[in-house]
C-alpha cells in the first residue's frame, strides 16, 4: 500500500476541475467505452495507444465512510488484507508476480471509495486481471496474517499522524468539520479502534462489499473494447453477484458556531494556518453550486496570481505561500479548504486577520467578472493535456463512478464551468464562506521548546485518502 497520504496537489486540482463540469456530448475528453457485465460490473476502457502500457483498475463502491461506529479503520485494514492471498496466489506473491512481469501495484483507500491498480505491458492484462478477479472472491485470510498486518497498519498510524503534527492537524479540522457525518472519522482510523479491529471483522466486511455489482472496472492504455470484453467476461463475469446494502450518509445539522483547533509540537519549524468550511458535493447539498465553488477555489488560491497570493503573498509580505481547493467528489458533503503559511516572524493573529478581510471581501461578492473569466481559463488549461494521461483518465473516471457520479459528468466539462457567472460565483461565496461552517486551525511550535528540522507544515488539510 502507498504510504503517501495524498495526491499531488495539482492532481487533486485537476481532478477536481474534470468532475465539476460538464460540456457539449461532442466535446468528449476521453472519449471512453464503457459495458455492463451480467452479474452487474460496471466496465470503463479508456484506449490510449502512445505506449504499449495498460493500468487496470478495479473500485469498489466503498470506504471508511461505511464502516460500522466502532470500527473505523476496517476499510484501510482490509485494503492491506487483500495482498495476503488466495488458494491460487501465496500470501504476498501477488505484488511480486506483477513485479517479475514488468509491472507496478498499489491500492488506496478513501472515506468513499477503495482502489487496487497494476501497471503493466499491454500483453500482461490477462494476467493482472485474473489475479485481481480471483482476489475478489476467493480471499484467503488466517489468524497470524491478520496480526501481523494489524500491527503493520498501527505503526503506519504512528508514523503517518502521530508523528506528523500535520496530519494530526488535518485529522483534527475533519473530525470537527463533520458533526454527524462518518467523515469524522480519519480513514486510517482511530489507533485504539485499530486495535480492537479482528479477523471476523476484516472478513464480514469483505463479504459484504466486495462483489462485482459493487465494483467498477477501468482500462486504461493500449486496448479498446473488443480486448478487454472477453477477458472481463472470462474472469470477473463469471463471479456471483451479492445483495448491497445501500450507502449511508448521515445529515450534518446546521452548522452554528465557528470552531478552532489548535495543535502545537516541538517538531513544527513554521507555523501554519488553515480553515475548512463545510460544503456541497457534486452529489449532496446544493449541488448547483458546485461548479462555482470550484471557480471561486481557482480564484481564492489557485496560484501565484490568485487573489489570496497576490495579497498576502506579494502585496503585503504577510505570508510565504498561500492556496485554496475544493473537492466535489463525495457521497456526502465536502470541504472548502484555505491554507496560509506565514512568513517568518509574522504572528498567526495578524495573518489571519489578513485573510479574514479578504475572504469578507470575497463573502459579499466582491469579484470581478475578469477574475472569474481568468479561473475559468485556468482551470480549462490545467486540463488540456489530460488525455495524454495513461493514468489521469482512469483515475477520474473511476473517482466519478465509485461516488456514484457518471461518465458523462466527467465526459461532458467545459460548457458547464465556461457558463459559470460572476453572480453564481458570488452566491457560493457568501453561501459557504459562513465563519459558523468553518474549522480555523493552527499548528504551531510547542511553546518554550526548541524548534527540530521538520518537514514544511501543510497549507492545507489533506483529501480524505490513505495510500
Known sequence: MIAARTLLARSALLLAALL???????????????????????????????????????????????????????????????????????????????????????????????????????????????????????????????????????????????????????????????????????????????????????????RRWYAPNNAVLIVAGDVDADIVRPLAEKYYGTLPRAEIAPRLRTEEPAPEAARRVTVTDPRVSQPSWSRLYLAPSQRAGESRLAQPLEVLAEIIGGGA????????????????????????????????????????????????AAVDAQIARIAKGEIAAEEVERAKTRLRASVVYARDSLHTGARVLGEALAVGLTVEDVESWPDRVGAVTPAQVAEAAAQVLDARASVTGLLLPEPGAAPQPAAPPAARPAPREIR
Not at 52 to 60: A, D, E, F, G, L
Not at 144 to 149: K, S
Open 305 to 352: 496570481t490568485s487573489t489570496l497570493y497576490r495579497s498576502l503573498v506579494v502585496e503585503q509580505g504577510l505570508a510565504a505561500h498561500a492556496d485554496a481547493a475544493y473537492d466535489p467528489v463525495a457521497v456526502g458533503l465536502t470541504s472548502f479548504r484555505i491554507g496560509v503559511v506565514p512568513r517568518p516572524g509574522i504572528s498567526p493573529e495578524r495573518l489571519e
Open 20 to 206: 465539476v463540469v460538464s460540456p457539449p456530448a461532442q466535446a468528449r475528453l476521453f472519449d471512453p467505452q464503457t459495458f455492463t457485465l451480467s452479474n452487474g460490473m460496471t466496465v470503463v476502457v479508456v484506449p490510449n495507444h502512445r505506449v504499449p502500457i495498460v493500468s487496470h483498475m478495479v473500485w469498489y463502491k466503498v470506504g471508511a465512510a461505511d464502516e460500522v461506529a466502532g470500527k473505523s479503520g476496517l476499510a484501510h485494514m482490509l485494503e492491506h488484507l487483500m495482498f495476503k492471498g488466495t488458494p491460487s496466489v501465496p500470501p504476498g506473491d501477488f505484488s511480486k508476480i506483477v513485479s517479475r512481469n514488468g509491472g507496478r501495484d498499489n491500492a488506496f483507500t478513501s472515506s468513499d471509495y477503495t482502489g487496487y491498480f497494476q501497471n503493466v505491458a499491454a500483453d500482461r492484462l490477462e494476467l493482472v486481471m485474473r489475479m485481481e478477479a480471483d482476489r475478489m472472491a476467493n480471499l484467503t485470510l488466517d489468524e497470524e496474517n491478520f496480526r501481523t498486518e494489524r500491527a503493520v497498519v498501527l505503526e503506519e498510524r504512528r508514523s503517518r499522524v502521530g508523528n506528523n503534527p500535520a496530519a494530526r492537524l488535518a485529522e483534527q479540522m475533519e473530525a470537527t468539520l463533520f458533526l454527524n457525518s462518518p467523515y469524522h472519522r480519519p480513514v486510517i482510523g482511530w489507533q485504539s479502534e485499530i486495535a480492537g479491529l479482528t479477523r471476523d471483522d476484516a472478513l464480514a466486511f469483505y
